[in-house]
């Protein structure tokens, strides 16, 4: 089991910047590559970015790129999204995910964590 725990999150004017953090405990995260997910209010959850299990190779939705980089410290079992000149589009829940396979479909990951608020307002 693995459990993720987000944090970062809160109430930005666009513009801003944040880092959004995911904390790995359990066993063997370094097993599993990372993703970061969004969610708004009444749409599906999407597709941020990932980071593969060893920290060397990245993916950042197309539409993000540019903006949102995500990075992995795998001494200390963490993920990060760092999301820049963010926008009200942006505003979401964003869920870190562990998943065994490389891949950009939520339905990959096995472990969620409960996620975190980012709202971009003025």
């Known amino acids: 089991q693995v459990q993720l725990v987000e944090s970062g999150g809160g109430l930005v004017q666009p513009g801003d910047s944040l880092r959004l953090s995911c904390a790995a405990s359990?066993?063997?995260?370094?097993?599993?590559?990372a993703g970061w997910f969004r969610q708004a209010p009444g749409k599906d959850r999407t597709f941020v970015a990932i980071?593969?299990?060893?920290?060397?190779?990245?993916y950042v939705s197309t539409s993000l790129k540019g903006r949102f980089a995500i990075s992995r410290d795998t001494a200390k079992n963490t993920v990060y999204l760092s999301m820049n000149s963010l926008k009200p589009e942006d505003t979401a829940a964003y869920y870190c995910?562990?998943?065994?396979?490389?891949?950009?479909?939520?339905?990959?990951?096995?472990?969620w964590g409960q996620g975190t608020q980012v709202t971009v307002s003025s």
């Open positions: 995910a562990a998943g065994v396979k490389y891949m950009v479909q939520p339905s990959a990951y096995e472990f």
């Open positions: 359990g066993r063997n995260f370094d097993n599993y590559a």
């Open positions: 980071v593969n299990r060893d920290g060397d190779s990245t």
